[in-house]
């Protein structure tokens, strides 16, 4: 009775300790066969990084973490990173324009209004499934 006890404690401080939160989670909707991106906020609320290392969406044939870099002096570009690491007790933020998640090869077209359900894969916390809306990009400032 007590290694069980032990065991169900030894469970419940490793699953706290990989707590991470996914906050505003939406899509960018796609022009009709273009690809589009997911966006939100990865909360780490523990005391030790965590590394986002894949994400699922089965309406796309790939899905790749990106980043946009500066090209030149006037231009930006986009490419696959391979991790993303969410740093201890801090947030990191995938908006336009910066990280986020590529959606490539959509199966069908996705449009303002509606939800899809879609999986982020971390190195310790696991799989995180999440409902993201579609909604439309922010304007440029």
Do not use: C
Not at 58 to 79: A, F, I, P, Q, W
Not at 86 to 115: A, Q, T, W
Request: proline letters at 4%; aromatic letters at 8%; hydrophobic letters at 45%.
């Amino acid at each position: 009775m007590k290694k069980i006890f032990l065991l169900l404690i030894l469970t419940s401080f490793t699953i706290a300790q990989t707590k991470i939160e996914i906050k505003d989670p939406w899509l960018r909707p796609n022009a009709k066969g273009a690809n589009s991106a997911l966006f939100f906020i990865a909360e780490n609320k523990t005391d030790k990084a965590d590394t986002l290392i894949a994400a699922k969406f089965e309406n796309s044939e790939v899905v790749e973490l990106h980043e946009t870099y500066k090209k030149s002096e006037d231009m930006m570009g986009m490419r696959a990173v391979k991790f993303v690491v969410i740093p201890p007790k801090s947030n990191v933020v995938f908006k336009p324009r910066d990280l986020h998640i590529m959606l490539i090869g959509l199966k069908k077209d996705i449009k303002i209004g509606e939800n899809y359900n879609l999986s982020l894969i971390f190195k310790k916390a696991g799989e995180i499934k999440i409902n993201a809306a579609v909604r439309d990009m922010p304007k440029m400032k």
